[in-house]
């Protein structure tokens, strides 16, 4: 089975600091990989996905992520925060189709992040 | 604006009851899927539809159906309903959900909250 891990629930950072959002996965065969962020009472918008290539994923709002395949992770990371970028992280994997695993997307438990002005 | 729109915004009833959640999904999405979240269990996968058909299971109690329609909106019925059942429910939607848009993220809509009294 597929499975998420997002072990820290609060990431706080400084304005203008980078900040890194944790995230390791396990799968069966080569991991699709998304991150989506969550604002109060708003549904999960999609950020960046990785599928295959260049290890380093850019994506939205200054968004990009690094696809470690020996460490199983998939960390999300901004240059400099800002403190709109407050809000709730989610990692998600699929399986690839040809694996025969399920094929939803499992969700992790979510990182809260604040950036502190 | 993910352009999946669900119905009700918000959800409020008596234990043993049965409500009914409405979804549109995008113009073009194929799939929809639901998801519960609630703040002990996290994001939890309930089913998925594609083109009427039922695709994938998740999560989903017994006590908890969906349907998929021609016109590809998608209904949620939760019934005899427990105060366990208070959570925020996602609608989902994505092209295909095979094939080259596999990978093709989801686009959530900004749930329907229930509360069960």
């Known amino acids: 089975a597929q499975s998420v891990a997002q072990p820290e629930d609060q990431v706080n950072v400084a304005e203008g600091n980078p900040l890194t959002v944790k995230c390791t996965y396990s799968?069966?065969?080569?991991?699709?990989l998304f991150w989506y962020v969550q604002y109060p009472n708003r549904g999960l918008q999609f950020l960046l996905k990785?599928?295959?290539?260049?290890?380093l994923v850019k994506g939205s709002y200054g968004f990009e992520a690094e696809f470690n395949k020996s460490q199983t992770s998939f960390h999300l990371k901004k240059p400099s925060a800002l403190v709109s970028d407050s809000a709730l992280y989610f990692c998600?994997?699929?399986?690839?189709?040809?694996?025969?695993?399920?094929?939803?997307?499992?969700f992790g438990s979510g990182t809260q992040l604040t950036v502190l002005p | 604006d993910s352009g999946v729109t669900q119905t009700p915004k918000h959800l409020i009833t008596a234990t043993g009851q049965r409500v009914t959640l409405r979804c549109s999904p995008r113009?073009?999405?194929?799939?929809v899927y639901w998801y519960q979240q609630s703040l002990d269990q996290g994001l939890q996968f309930l089913i998925q539809?594609?083109?009427?058909?039922?695709?994938a299971k998740g999560n989903i109690l017994e006590r908890f159906s969906a349907q998929q329609f021609p016109d590809l909106h998608s209904e949620l019925n939760l019934s005899s309903l427990e105060l366990g059942d208070s959570a925020l429910y996602f609608c989902?939607?994505?092209?295909?959900?095979?094939?080259?848009?596999?990978?093709?993220?989801?686009?959530f809509g900004n749930g329907t909250r229930l509360t069960v009294t």
């Open positions: 799968v069966s065969g080569n991991p699709y």
């Open positions: 989902a939607s994505s092209p295909t959900g095979t094939g080259s848009t596999y990978n093709s993220p989801l686009h």
């Open positions: 539809y594609y083109n009427g058909e039922e695709r």
């Open positions: 113009s073009g999405d194929l799939s």
């Open positions: 998600a994997v699929r399986a690839p189709i040809s694996s025969g695993s399920a094929r939803q997307l499992t």
């Open positions: 990785y599928i295959t290539g260049d290890n």
